[in-house]
């Protein structure tokens, strides 16, 4: 492996293979390579999507991305998705997820463990920034909720609910009763949170989640997802603006170009060995941040220079 790199600017991108910091640079395209003995558990091929498809007011948000992101048993993998606003990133989830109008795709294929997406489903959960928690209803009944839906019986989805409140470090005794508006907004999170991991999805989706959070909270949800993921060994893309964050919670993070959003680069991270507070302080976390805020600034200079 080559030796890493110390620090490095936007108009000196690594090439695979390359090292910087705590992050190795990997083609941005799948390679050819043998067919896996499973399925991937997600794969793009050329996708594009467009809006207003052939009219005057046709704006094409991600243009011919490929990627794969393998089935590792007993782990999942933590992928994490930057680029300049507007590029595509949440189109990219909503893909995955089957939500129109980003679905479907205009050309090119998502496949989830081999089968084309044609609609949401139970196997994968969705988290947005948005606090989206039913507001008549209480901590307890929203956790449950995808259980009720489900028809497990009401003893049983109130103990997996409770089991779940705890996991994500509410109070089952003090927090179950409450309804949404006496919650904080990292409370609301940890709800929305647990309502999504209790049903155990295959795959779980982020759009922004912690972005309306202050910066401590942030933090602590960034070490509680970290521990919870490893628990249920699902498949997660996220998602976020915060580069640091990214870097800290991903096995591989994506950057994507400017829109149309195309799959410029992707680094293959370390895992985070200590808590969000202690790894941003680490000089090796800080060169990988740096290079990879560094092209993201290039593209939006190069984006608004069109």
Request: hydrophobic fraction near 40%; include cysteine.
């Amino acid at each position: 492996m080559n030796a890493p790199h110390a620090a490095a600017t936007a108009t000196t991108p690594l090439t695979p293979g390359e090292t910087v910091g705590m992050g190795r640079i990997l083609p941005a395209s799948p390679l050819a390579q043998p067919k896996p003995d499973r399925p991937h558990v997600v794969e793009f091929t050329d996708v594009t999507k467009t809006y207003n498809a052939g009219r005057a007011n046709a704006f094409t948000a991600i243009r011919d991305v490929s990627f794969t992101v393998e089935d590792v048993h007993g782990k999942g993998e933590f992928v994490c998705v930057l680029g300049p606003s507007g590029c595509g990133k949440s189109t990219v989830l909503r893909l995955i997820a089957g939500l129109p109008p980003q679905h479907p795709a205009t050309s090119g294929e998502v496949l989830l463990l081999g089968n084309s997406v044609t609609r949401p489903g139970a196997d994968r959960g969705m988290v947005f920034q948005d606090y989206t928690s039913f507001d008549n209803r209480t901590v307890l009944d929203n956790v449950a909720f995808g259980l009720e839906c489900q028809g497990v019986p009401r003893r049983e989805r109130y103990e997996l609910a409770r089991e779940w409140i705890a996991h994500v470090g509410l109070n089952t005794k003090t927090d179950a009763g409450k309804y949404p508006h006496e919650l904080s907004g990292g409370m609301r999170q940890r709800v929305a949170i647990a309502r999504t991991l209790i049903l155990r999805p295959r795959i779980i989706l982020m759009d922004e989640p912690f972005g309306a959070l202050d910066p401590q909270t942030r933090m602590n949800m960034q070490d509680l997802l970290i521990t919870l993921w490893r628990e249920v060994e699902a498949t997660v893309f996220f998602v976020t603006h915060s580069i640091e964050e990214a870097v800290f919670l991903g096995d591989r993070v994506y950057i994507f170009s400017a829109a149309p959003g195309t799959l410029l680069e992707q680094l293959r991270i370390e895992p985070a060995d200590r808590p969000a507070q202690l790894m941003q302080r680490e000089p090796r976390f800080v060169d990988t941040v740096c290079y990879i805020r560094d092209r993201i600034a290039q593209l939006e200079v190069e984006a608004g220079g069109r």
